[in-house]
């Protein structure tokens, strides 16, 4: 039955306000988006005491969960229960596993149920399952690779037939590379994932995934054929044009075990039996693109029974390094959208170039037949010139280019698969007969993860903002947090990183993707705590320890646990938060970080004409004494919450200490810094380093900066993800708004009315006069300043995380109108559910719709009103006069 009845009626001033709740008398509550570590129906899970969660699904107002009930076992019907808990609490979300110690490469089937507090009983969930993963003894594989020096550019193809004796029960492959990999098993590619193994620092630890492939094989003779390519592990990365960072030899490491219907168990492992040779891939380049010639496809090689010529060569195999072989705990990468081309044209300079509306990472999916031997490059771009060409200069040595050479015959569909290109436009080279739109598909490559926020206004501009914000991520989240995914760079820089990690989390699932790359800032960090300026760090040891760069450390592991109550993340990477913060500690002086070469407030607004006494250079030391204290206030809010009472004591001293150095330093006795800039301001009261009697006035004097600049923004990658935060918590909500819905440079707007469709790097990668920033750094692809995004759903949309109630589990819902918005909406799938606020403002009335999940709960804090509602889950509905 569904009922909808008023559920109070409240007068606010002279304004009333109308609560209503939908409630729909369901008979039963359910669970769903059942997860362990963050991932459904895992394969490779090293945690030796996995964590369970699971969400509720109940339209009953007020739930909360009272009880549940898990329960484990090896077989899919769970008949022999291995462990099972019934706990009287309200945990759903990371409940760690607590039985008997888990064996390596098994698979465990487990359910759960719960009772909520109306009384009610969920059934049993559908079985899900998780697979751990393999200890370092369970490995028999060797690692293979071609005989002799790895000189040669193509790619190698390895093959190894093999003999089923019996029906099988299950199969499971684990495969891992020295480089990049494709497997094929009887001809089928093996999983959906790109650029596996996924990129890590690889001379602490590489990813294995782990296949289910019991489908792709049959009793009998079946063969396994892989492909390897260079990869971040060989090819060149790095702007110095450095190759071969991590090793000289690509190398594969398989290991294929099978149970037959028998129960008996058999395991075949890559070592020197295998035989090797060079396929079509030519050559294949993070950078620089893929060639491939058709002509030197070898017919079946990935196919039983095929015959090898004496072009197949025995490999060798090599010792194994160092690095821990570590399952894989992020997402893959692999296909999403699929863009088709929209215009294909001529350029002034005759060149033919395809326009797919969008910029996006990923490439080019073409479709060509023609004489054997015809070349046919594509070449990428991510903007045309103001006079309509193709421009690639800004993608400074990276050349983007896929080269397919046709066999002849048949048409085929070409794609690179060890590269990727960022791009919006493409031009193409040597295509046979005429190019045809339907013969060209744009596919976007990112890390799978769910979309988890929705945001939208009554404004379009904003709406394209939040779409360039969306796309900036999808684009850079390849495995690894990018700066850029075009020009010669496409590095794990941290600071960028850190400046759009909550904006991220609001957009996209990114917990299992910062997990992941978590691991590699602790690996990558150096001994002395510093933390390098990429991770994985391919620059030298001493390019480390810049402020808003380094401090990642603390930052993403505490905007992770916020987002999705994360405990463990912060248990796991406290050490290396400890590191960091010892670190500074160790290169200060009296309190006062000033050693170092910092970033600083990186690509901030200069004016061309400084006459007027105008610049936002911001002190770059006294930026880093506010990441000094905002690092150790992270590190302490970790210790409180892990229990480190120490710490607590020890840090507090510490921060206060920091405090005031940095205003003994840096500000005057009326509360003026030493920068006036906007950054300056912004830093010193989103970090709580002025004494409270002087924030107000350092607020005023923020406003009166943006004032000055005619509502313009100033701020770099420091700055800028705070800037609006300080003015709405200081009471400028509307100056927040006027530099929001700015549309002159520079501003977020600026960009999107010159027809962005991505963030850029820089305020003004498309000058006003239609000419471009300078060359060597102007990616149109950058996210970092997408970091509003926090902003726009916390105040325009106005959902909140609470910090001691991590993952939303408490949820304050807060919206802020402004600038002439008459509606804003959004929508965030939080570990318990989905999290919506909704509002509109017509005809003097302002309508708000909020929807809390199952086991959450929320305050909603009414705009132009005093009135605070506590409310528990369920969908409200408010209106009142405005
Ligand atoms: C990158 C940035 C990075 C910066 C450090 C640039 O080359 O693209 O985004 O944070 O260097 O200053």
Redesign the pocket.
Known sequence: MNKIFRHSFAVLNTAFLLLFTTQIFAQKISVRDLTVEHLVNPFSIDNPKPRFSWKINSDIKNTKQNNYEIRLGTSAKIDRVLWKATVNNDQSVLVAYNGPALSSKTRYYWQVRVKDNHGNTSAWSPVQYFQTGLKPEDWSAKWISVEGRDTAMASPLFRKEITLKKEIKSAVAYITAKGLYEAHINGTRVGNAYFAPGWTSYKDHIQYQVYDIKKSLKKGGNVIGVSLGDGWYKGRIGFANQKQFYGDTRALLLQLEVEYNDGSKETFITDNSWKTAYGPIRSSNIYDGETYDARLEIAGWNTYGFKENASWKPVQEIASGPEKLIGMSGPQVSKHEEFKALKIFKTPLGETVVDFGQNLVGWVMLKAKGAAGTKISISHAEVLTKEGNFYTTNLRSAKQQNNYILKGETEQVFEPHFSFQGFRYVKIEGYPGELKLENLTAVAVYSDMKTSGKFSTSNALLNQLQHNISWGQKGNFVDVPT??PQRD?RLG?T??AQAFATTAAYNMDVSGFFTKWLKDVSADQLPSGSVP?VVPNVLNQSDAGSAG?ADVATIIPWDMYIAYGDKGILETQYGSMKKWVDYITSVSKNNLWNTGSH?GD?LFYRPNDDNDGRAAVTDKYMIAQTFYAHSTQLLLNAAKVLGKADDVAKYTTLLEQIKAAYIKENMTPSGKLISNTQTAYVLALQFDMLPENLRAQAAQRLVDNVRDYGNHLTTG?LGTPYLCHVLSRFGHESVAYDLLMQESYPSWLYPVKMGATTIW?RWDGIKQDGSFQTAD?N?FN?Y?YGAIGDWMYKNIAGINPVADQPGYKSVVIAPRPGGKLTAASAELETVYGTVKSSWTIAEGLFKLDVTIPPNASATVVLPKSDKKEQIGSGSYHFEYKY
């Open positions: 700066d850029c760079e820089w600071g960028d300026f760069w970033f990186w990658f790097e750094m990616s950058h970092a």
